[in-house]
């Protein structure tokens, strides 16, 4: 089981970015996908949540409006499209894949994580 | 919005020690808690699921419990590989997804 993310590296404020998560090991069509993020030295925070077929998305609020996850399941890749970058997005953006199978509105955890990939908003 | 506070926030331990770590909760959240731990540098990882139960693969001197606001985690003993940040997180179906601040455990 193996989850990579890509596209990170360092934005002006104000500009876009486009984050994606690539798995492998698992039915990717199967399972609810997450972005977690983790701010230099700081505890993490949830990011946003899409159901396994796209339908549903959720976002925490310091996101909504800016932020928009996607799916492509023939691809087996998680997007997250980042618009508006403040510094405080500055962070390590990691995907998780959700506990539970088919999960549409009910969650349970993130049982498997990708290493992570660094997100900079710097002048 | 349900917060999570965990103690210690870090603690010094010895190899073979029991270590305990409580995660409170702002109201009752019933069991819907996990634990992850972080390794420097590395992600997370899940450890304890629905606040008591083991993720398959994981050691049993891992070990959650209980419900409602309080919960514990304990590490019956110690090993040096165990040196990390362990944090509890909320779930619902709202959905909210809440980490507690964590707890950075190393050796003394």
């Known amino acids: 089981l193996q989850l990579v993310e890509s596209g990170g590296g360092v934005v002006q404020p104000g500009r876009s970015l486009r984050l994606s998560c690539t798995v492998s090991?698992?039915?990717?069509?199967?399972?609810?996908m997450h972005w977690v993020r983790q701010a230099p030295g700081r505890g993490l925070e949830w990011v946003a949540v899409i159901n396994y077929n796209g339908n549903n998305r959720y976002y925490a609020d310091s996101v909504k409006g800016r932020f928009t996850i996607s799916r492509d399941n023939g691809k087996h890749t998680l997007f997250l499209d980042m618009r508006s970058l403040r510094a405080d997005d500055t962070a390590i953006y990691y995907c998780?894949?959700?506990?539970?199978?088919?999960?549409?509105?009910?969650?349970?955890?993130?049982?498997?994580w990708g290493q992570g990939t660094l997100v900079t908003v710097s002048t | 919005d349900i917060q999570l506070t965990q103690s210690p926030s870090s603690l010094s331990a010895s190899v073979g020690d029991r270590v305990t770590i409580t995660c409170q909760a702002s109201q009752d959240i019933n069991n819907f808690l996990n634990w992850y731990q972080q390794k420097p540098g590395k992600a997370p990882r899940l450890l304890i699921y629905d606040a008591s139960s083991l993720e398959p693969g994981v050691p049993s001197r891992f070990s959650g419990s209980g419900s409602g606001t309080h919960f514990t985690f304990t590490i019956r003993s110690l090993q040096s590989e165990d040196i990390a940040t362990y944090y509890c997180q909320h779930y619902d179906d709202v959905p909210r997804f809440t980490f507690g601040p964590g707890t950075k455990v190393d050796l003394k």
């Open positions: 998780a894949r959700e506990g539970g199978l088919l999960a549409t509105t009910t969650w349970l955890n993130f049982d498997s």
């Open positions: 090991g698992f039915n990717f069509s199967n399972f609810a």
